[in-house]
Every structure is written in C-alpha cells, then in structure tokens.
C-alpha cells in the first residue's frame, strides 16, 4: 500500500513565475491538508480539500490556490512567485473512520521549492 | 488562535540515557488533541505519539512516553534509551476536535526541536 506520493521531489524556479504541485493521498484517504515549511520553522497550514472543495484556510494570499481531483489527489498552484516562496510543501492525507484511528495524518515526503 | 511553543531549539543525549523535550500551547477549546512528530533528514513526518486531551492516562509507545498537564498546558515528550536512529527535528502539534467528515484537520505546529544522540 503506497502512502502518500508528492512530485516533484525539487523545483527550481525564478521571481514572478508559477508553480503547481501534485500530492496523491494514501490509498482510502479523502481529505488532502497543505502545509508550508520554510527553513528551520515548523509547518504552516495552507489549506484543507474535502468532496473537492477548499474547507480551511490558512493566513495565505491568493496566490496559492489548490485543487481536489474525484479520485482525492490534489494540486497545490501557486502564483506570482517571491523569494519568500521557497520552502519544503508537505502534503497530508487522513481518511475518515472515525475514533482515534480516524484521526492520524500521514505525510508525504514534501517538495523543496527554491525560488531565484 | 491556538499557539504551540517549544523552547529548546536544540538538544543532545547519550546514547541509551533519556530525554525530554518540552512542549507546551494555548486554547480555549476543550476536546483536541496532541502529536509529536518526527522529521529525520529525509523530511518525512512520522507520527510519534499522540495524546487525546479527554484522556488523562498519559500515552505511551514503547520507548516514547508524554507527560500531558492539562491544566497547566504543557505535553513533554520522553524518549528512554536513546538510539542514534533518534537523531532528528521534533515538533510538538495541536489539532482542535472534529466532529464530521468534512471537520478541519489543521495541525498547528511548534518550531521544532533538534536532537542529537551522541554514540
């Protein structure tokens, strides 16, 4: 049972372009959180997809804005990159069960965005 | 807005000793719950333990232990007989209750924690 898979590995890119990263859920999972982790901070919040819609947000522009496919991966999009930008973005999957078990994220291995 | 806090940016241990790391959080909600996560240099998070704040048996999982302080807010983690395979970035997380399927699952995260396990 694969877990949950994020692509690329690394990126590269300069000032002013845009970016989209994809993260497939563990198998059974339909809830997709994006998190930011710049260097040496823990993770922030980006944004939660549920049924494919955006259910929660972070303290984050515009310029970041996801998706949910009906087979639950998702993409994260963002804009207009700044310096500020670069970081590790993780992607987490939960699936519903309900209980404690119900309640563990798993995380995927991230995506190392650098900004030039 | 809840706050997690982690004052020790850095810490070692022997091999084999224990250590603990320190964690504590602001809320107002009642029904949440806790996690350390583990962040080795291949960047995956590993969930190390998790804590319902209804529970007041601390949890425990085989060398990983908590010492959960509702009142005072604090959620410590203690790792006995440290190995090298330890050696990673800990961070200390809170996630309010959810009570649906469509319920937020957004963690709020501590800095983080570096261990080191010396040989």
């Known amino acids: 049972d694969a877990g949950v898979t994020q692509s690329p590995t690394h990126l590269i890119k300069t000032r002013g372009q845009q970016v989209t990263l994809r993260c497939s859920p563990k198998?059974?999972?339909?809830?997709v959180s994006w998190y930011q982790q710049a260097l040496g901070q823990g993770p922030q919040f980006i944004f939660q997809?549920?049924?494919?819609?955006?259910?929660q947000r972070g303290n984050f522009p515009d310029r970041f804005s996801g998706h949910q496919f009906p087979n639950y991966s998702s993409e994260l999009n963002v804009n207009a990159l700044l310096l500020g930008d670069s970081a590790l973005y993780l992607c987490?999957?939960?699936?519903?069960?309900?209980?404690?078990?119900?309640?563990?994220?798993?995380f995927g291995p991230g995506t190392r965005l650098t900004v030039l | 807005a809840q706050t997690v806090t982690q004052s020790q940016p850095e810490m070692s241990v022997q091999e084999a000793e224990t250590v603990t790391l320190s964690c504590t959080y602001d809320?107002?909600?009642?029904?949440?719950?806790l996690f350390w996560y583990k962040q080795p240099p291949s960047r995956q998070m590993i969930l190390v333990i998790r804590q319902e704040a209804y529970k007041q048996q601390n949890a425990t999982e085989n060398r990983f232990s908590v010492n959960f302080q509702k009142a005072a807010k604090s959620f410590s983690l203690k790792i006995s007989d440290s190995q090298l395979g330890d050696a990673a970035m800990y961070f200390c997380a809170y996630r309010r209750e959810a009570y649906s399927g469509a319920g937020s699952y957004q963690l709020t995260f501590g800095k983080g924690t570096k261990l080191s396990v010396i040989p």
């Open positions: 997809y549920y049924e494919e819609e955006e259910r």
């Open positions: 809320t107002s909600e009642s029904d949440y719950y």
């Open positions: 198998s059974g999972h339909d809830t």
């Open positions: 987490a999957s939960r699936g519903y069960w309900g209980g404690a078990a119900g309640n563990e994220q798993f």
